[in-house]
């Protein structure tokens, strides 16, 4: 949460959240999808830096709007955002939101991967627009290559380790349940049922010991989930 910004907003939209197809919530970026009336009163299509105000506090985020070429081939628009530091339903709640900058235009990925480091990298456009500190770690992880450095050392990860440890890095501030890890790295319900998570979570630490001098880069949130830990 923040302060509401002196600066001068681009454009402002209002609207009530409304239920998407879960596609950002699948891959680890979940996003709160606001209803469109009319979409003449829209700016133009892309990626945008974004003050949210929600329940009367204020959070910051990316929104993008527009179509999801790299989802579908809809050409429904829709006003999906992203909201740093945020994991909670707000389905039919009242959203306003201030467009301060557009970072770029939309544009094609030729897969989920490509797209999702593009994403990390608004974030980070976002964080530094507002002054909001990023958490640095000796861990790096590049989503288009898959691979995971922690200092000179290249760690080989599994496919699911890989997502579930990405998700993680990603948004670093946020403590995932199971069964939201489950979800959006298994690409179906967990039906409470989470032990692969506890699993493949075990064989991440396992594989990231033998470089860490002994630090744990996921923080177990006792009676939660887990959350990424840059030490």
């Known amino acids: 949460m923040g302060q509401i910004s002196e ?25 709160a999808n606001m209803e469109v009336s009319d979409e ?26 527009g179509t999801r070429p790299t989802v579908d081939n809809d050409r429904e628009i829709s006003v999906e955002t992203h909201i740093l530091n ?12 201030q467009l301060f900058g557009r970072l770029r235009s939309q544009q094609k990925f030729e897969n989920f991967s490509l797209l999702l480091e593009q994403i990390r990298m608004d974030c980070i456009a976002a964080r530094k627009f507002f002054g909001i500190g990023q958490t640095i770690s000796r861990l790096y992880m590049s989503a288009t ?32 349940t199971k069964e939201q890890i489950y979800e959006a790295v298994w ?27 002994g630090h744990d880069f996921i923080k177990t949130v006792i009676g939660f989930g887990y959350k990424f830990n840059a030490g």
């Open 86 to 97: 945020f994991n909670e339903e707000i389905y039919g709640k009242s959203i306003r939101i």
């Open 145 to 176: 290559k898959r691979q995971v450095k922690l200092g000179d050392h290249e760690v080989c990860l599994s496919a699911k380790e890989f997502d579930i440890l990405y998700m993680l890095y990603s948004d670093p501030d946020i403590a995932y």
């Open 187 to 213: 690409h179906e319900p967990s039906n409470g049922c989470c032990h692969a998570v506890e699993n493949t979570i075990f064989q991440i630490r396992k594989r990231l010991r033998a470089y860490s001098a």
């Open 7 to 31: 600066r001068n907003p681009l454009h402002i939209l209002s609207g009530n959240v409304i239920h998407g197809r879960g596609i950002g919530k699948l891959v680890g970026m979940p996003t």
């Open 40 to 65: 003449s009163t829209l700016p133009p299509a892309g990626v945008y830096i974004t003050e949210i105000l929600l329940d009367g506090q204020v959070y910051y985020g990316i929104t993008n709007i």
